[in-house]
């Protein structure tokens, strides 16, 4: 079972509004719509970051240039971990 942690937050009442409305509709409380929000939205972020540590990825093999592993293959190189 997960620790709960208590947080406290101030909304504007519009928002807070809004957010018992979604709730209500969705037959969910509160926290837990607010949970649910969050995670999916930090699951967006973590899609995001992997994606922009990609792409540095591969501007550094672009400034490293093609033949970085020239004359290797899969196979050579297993053999030689084998060493």
Same mark, same amino acid.
């Given at each position: 079972?997960?620790?709960?942690?208590? !947080?406290?937050?101030?909304? +504007?009442? =519009?928002?807070?509004?809004?957010?018992? @409305?979604? #709730?209500?509709?969705? *037959?969910?409380?509160?926290?837990?719509?607010?949970?649910?929000?969050?995670?999916?939205?930090?699951?967006? !972020?973590?899609?995001?970051? +992997?994606? =922009?540590?990609?792409?540095?990825?591969? @501007?550094? #093999?672009?400034?490293? *240039?093609?033949?970085?592993?020239?004359?290797?293959?899969?196979?050579?190189?297993?053999?030689?971990?084998?060493?």
């Amino acid at each position: 079972m997960s620790a709960s942690v208590r !947080k406290n937050f101030v909304f +504007r009442q =519009e928002v807070a509004s809004h957010l018992e @409305e979604m #709730a209500r509709e969705n *037959g969910q409380s509160m926290t837990s719509l607010v949970e649910e929000m969050i995670e999916d939205r930090y699951g967006s !972020k973590r899609v995001a970051d +992997r994606l =922009e540590a990609f792409h540095r990825t591969l @501007e550094i #093999a672009d400034r490293i *240039g093609p033949g970085l592993f020239k004359d290797k293959t899969v196979q050579s190189i297993k053999a030689e971990m084998d060493v």
